[in-house]
């Protein structure tokens, strides 16, 4: 496709069409690496369907941000350029755009969260070599965001919004061209399921906004993290408004308020929208890495893990889920390992009375594990003027159907106990 054949793009508030998403993949077929799109031979096995995943953990900057960063920046004039860029992200689009101010020799400054991986941080940094300054402010995206707008209003720099940008929706919306290139390549026709995951809305947005037009027969579902189901809220309100409260480990997906422009796109369109519990998104995290061989974030893995429980699919069908990045941590997996088994009903955590007198923590061992339990925590402090004292115990069972007989076992056990169940303050500690 010729570009001086595509019509002017949409202003940047407004919502993107399927017209400027199949501009921007001509603009980007020389700058993005067309990534994969790989069978995946476990969820394809588990659903008796044809499930393919679209790798862009194996994009340039390892996630799908490069595409709306690169095709935002790629638009401006010599003046907007000379002026400079900002943006604010999570880690992921600051990488894209480190990407594209080195590549187009823009100045860019990035404000990110203290919450981003150090590992997103440094790749920032390789990757915008000496033409972008990485600024770490706030707690939240949200607050880096604000740091970076008024950072734009005072010096004049351009804001390359991670999402809420028609230029950035349509950039982001470009993995959709690609697959069904893909599949036509393939001898294939459209899939009949597209499984995107869902933080501040410009995928979901940029995807819908070509499918709905060019392949309307098309399921789409967008896929939140359970502790930050912003869009949900957003269309359940009418409006993108602010969570209360956000759980930030699925940091790349974890936005406490959708964009205006992602927002239009997705109330304008129909889509399912599911959320799935971070607990199963690190049981998918691990799955992908030991089976697949796929090293996926936490965000990178909502789409498929939703596929267990969320997405209905039928046997026989085709099925398409991006893998939207592979920017992960590996300090992290201690924490993912330990969510997982305690999503799987596998470990568990007890505050124990023991009497204090010699011998009480053998007869417990004996009396209440099972011949497969193994107790992973034991924190406890001998007082001498005490009767009793209290121990902090974790237990890791086989599988959740092993739990009745645990605790079955601790109440005809003489110690007393209690179970700390997810509500409690002190399970933040532990997780």
């Known amino acids: 496709m010729s570009l001086d054949a595509v019509p002017a793009p949409a202003p940047p508030d407004a919502p993107p069409r399927a017209a400027d998403v199949e501009a921007a993949a001509e603009r980007l077929s020389r700058v993005v690496t067309r990534t994969p799109l790989a069978t995946s031979a476990r969820w394809s096995a588990a659903l008796g369907a044809h499930v393919r995943v679209k790798r862009e953990d194996l994009q340039v900057v390892r996630s799908y941000k490069l595409r709306g960063a690169y095709n935002l920046v790629s638009q401006l004039t010599d003046e907007q350029r000379g002026r400079g860029v900002v943006t604010a992200s999570a880690g992921n689009h600051a990488q894209g755009l480190a990407y594209a101010c080195a590549a187009l020799r823009v100045r860019g400054r990035i404000y990110v969260p203290r919450t981003t991986p150090r590992q997103k941080r440094d790749r920032i940094a390789a990757l915008g070599q000496e033409f972008v300054e990485t600024i770490v402010l ?72 070509w499918v709905r037009e060019r392949h309307p027969q098309v399921r789409v579902v967008g896929v939140e993290p359970a502790g930050a189901p912003s869009m949900a809220a957003a269309l359940a ?46 049981v998918e995290m691990l799955a992908m890495y030991q089976t697949d061989g796929i090293i996926a974030e936490p965000a990178g893995a909502l789409a498929t893990a939703a596929l267990a429980e969320a997405v209905r699919v039928e046997p026989g069908q085709s099925v398409v889920c991006v893998v939207s990045g592979g920017n992960n941590d590996i300090s992290r997996y201690a924490e993912i390992i330990e969510r997982a088994l305690v999503h ?30 193994d107790v992973t925590l034991f924190e406890y402090v001998k007082r001498n003027n005490r009767e009793f004292g209290p121990a902090l115990v974790g237990i890791e069972i086989p599988g959740k159907d092993d739990l009745p007989g645990l605790l079955a076992r601790m109440e005809a056990a003489p ?10 303050p002190l399970y933040r500690y532990l997780l």
């Open 415 to 424: 110690p007393s106990f209690e179970r700390i169940s997810a509500t409690d």
């Open 344 to 373: 799987e009903g596998r470990k568990h955590y007890f505050l124990v009375e023991f009497p204090q007198e010699p011998g009480a923590l053998r007869r417990f061992l004996d009396e209440v594990l099972g011949p497969d339990d």
């Open 138 to 209: 706030g707690d939240t995206y949200d607050d880096s965001a604000a740091a970076a707008l008024e950072d734009a209003e005072r010096t004049g720099a351009t804001m390359v919004p991670a999402f809420d940008d028609a230029r950035t929706v349509a950039g982001q919306g470009t993995v959709a061209v690609e697959v069904f290139e893909q599949l036509e390549q393939l001898g294939e026709g459209p899939p009949d399921v597209v499984v995107v995951p869902v933080g501040g809305g410009g995928l979901l947005a940029g995807v819908l906004a």
């Open 237 to 282: 309100a009418g409006r993108p408004v602010r969570l209360e409260h956000l759980d930030t480990f699925v940091d790349g997906a974890s936005v406490r308020r959708v964009g205006d422009v992602p927002h239009a796109v997705v109330a304008g369109h129909e889509v399912e929208l599911v959320a799935v519990p971070e607990g199963a998104i690190c």
